[in-house]
């Protein structure tokens, strides 16, 4: 079973930036259309940046602007640069293919606290 391997979470003062990046060995992930989702305490997960095959991208609106989905075709990853995290981008953070056809990975914490 091919799952997601989540990295690159961490403890960030507000304003500060992290980059996420995932993986999921045996896929070619170029090959689909991957999301970065995330879950903070209390709510449910949530579609928070897409990039499609052709690499177009889609992001919700509380992070248009400061969130940046990009593709690593060398190293088969996709990438979430997030920038000028508030406390309310704190949850943790998976990436999965958009058709949900391979599994949830572990995720990885991102918490946003001075």
């Known amino acids: 079973q091919v799952q997601f391997v989540d990295s690159g979470g961490g403890l960030v003062q507000p304003g500060g930036s992290l980059r996420l990046s995932c993986t999921a060995p045996?896929?070619?992930?170029?090959?689909?259309?991957v999301g970065w989702y995330r879950q903070a305490p209390g709510k449910q997960r949530e579609l928070v940046a897409g990039?499609?095959?052709?690499?177009?991208?889609s992001y919700r609106d509380s992070v248009q602007g400061r969130f940046t989905i990009s593709r690593d075709y060398d190293n088969n990853t996709v990438n979430l640069q997030m920038n000028n995290l508030q406390p309310e981008d704190t949850a943790v953070y998976y990436c999965?293919?958009?058709?949900?056809?391979?599994?949830w990975g572990q995720g990885t914490q991102v918490t946003v606290s001075s």
């Open positions: 999965r293919d958009m058709g949900w056809e391979f599994n």
């Open positions: 045996g896929i070619m992930l170029s090959t689909y259309s």
């Open positions: 990039i499609t095959s052709g690499d177009t991208t």
